[in-house]
C-alpha cells in the first residue's frame, strides 16, 4: 500500500520513540511511502530551523529517506482545497503517489479526510484503519 508520511509526523519519528517512530518503521517495512522533494525540503528547513538539529544528521536523514522511499512530482491542486494553502502540496503529493492514505497530525489535513478518496488520518488512527483494509 501506497502511503504519504506528512512532515510533523516524520519529525516526530526522528525525534523522538514512540507512535510516529513505530509508524515510520513499519512502514518502511510493508508499505511504500510517498514523499516530494517540497516535503523533504520542508523536513530539511524544519528540522534545522525549529528544532536546531545539526546540519549532518539532518542531511543524513534526507538522504536515507530519498534513498528509501519512492519520491513524486507533485502537480499543483486545480483550486486551493487546504484551509492552510501551504499544506496542499501534501495533498498534491498524495495524489500523484496514488496515496492510500496520509499520516497527519495536522488538524487543517485531517479535517478533510476523505481527501478524493485518501484516507487522512493521525498517526494513532492509521492502526486502527490498517488492520480494516490493510
Known sequence: MKLLLDT???????????????????????????????????LRDVLTRKFRQRVADVRAAVRLFEETFTLVTPVPLEAPACRDTDDDVVLATALVGESAAIGSGDQDLLVLDPFRGIRVLTPSAFWKWESEHG
Open 8 to 42: 510533523n509526523v516524520l519529525v516526530a519519528a526522528l525525534l523522538a520513540r514512540g507512535t510516529c517512530s513505530d509508524l515510520l518503521e513499519h512502514c518502511l517495512r510493508h508499505h511504500v511511502v510517498i514523499p516530494s522533494r517540497p516535503l523533504l525540503d520542508e
